[in-house]
């Protein structure tokens, strides 16, 4: 069987995540950068191989400030650690689970998502492309990002859970 080359198309895809804040309401964001990289030897996925990489100053909150500290050490400390990186060691459509290694500030983790396929289709200039939506969460806590304040009434400024979503269309090469 032949392995099929696919990538990101960054047109098509995003990455966000949400994070509470106060306990009260939910903060979310966005990574502006990101790539992929995805082989496979059929078009339904199953043991693909993955891998997926966010640029970590590109984060974007909507706030200035805020994302500012985001980059700053006592968060993803952007100007030592560029990049936020998924290797899927595990990846079958069928399942609806992507296992792999999330790598944060330079601290690698096992982390596992749920992953819905999509399907493929041609778009109306002849590239055949393929969709996924992703979730999960992640403890913020175990990659470093420890940071926090105590609030006055009582309980924390961030919470430690981090939910994740992404909307992934990929591309594939001509071979």
């Known amino acids: ?41 059929d078009d339904n996925f199953a043991h693909a191989s993955v891998s997926f990489t966010a640029d970590a100053s590109s984060i974007d909150t909507g706030n200035q400030q805020r994302d500012e ?20 060691k595990d990846f079958d459509s069928s399942t609806g689970k992507i296992n792999g290694d999330l790598t944060i500030r330079n601290v690698t983790k096992p982390a596992s998502f749920e992953i819905e396929f999509n399907g493929v289709n041609k778009d109306p200039w002849g590239n055949e492309k393929a969709g996924f939506s992703l ?21 924390v400024m961030l919470s430690e859970d981090v939910k994740i979503n992404a909307e992934v269309q990929l591309v594939k090469q001509a071979a």
């Open 135 to 155: 979730s999960g969460k992640i403890n913020r806590k175990d990659w470093g990002l420890s940071w926090n304040a105590a609030l006055e009434t009582g309980g």
């Open 1 to 41: 069987m032949k392995q099929s080359k696919w990538v990101l198309d960054t047109h098509h895809s995003e990455l966000q995540f949400k994070i509470k804040h106060l306990m009260i309401s939910n903060v979310t964001g966005s990574f502006n950068v990101i790539n992929a990289a995805v082989e496979s030897n």
């Open 69 to 88: 500290h985001l980059k700053a050490a006592d968060f993803f400390d952007t100007s030592h650690f560029p990049t936020i990186k998924f290797d899927a």
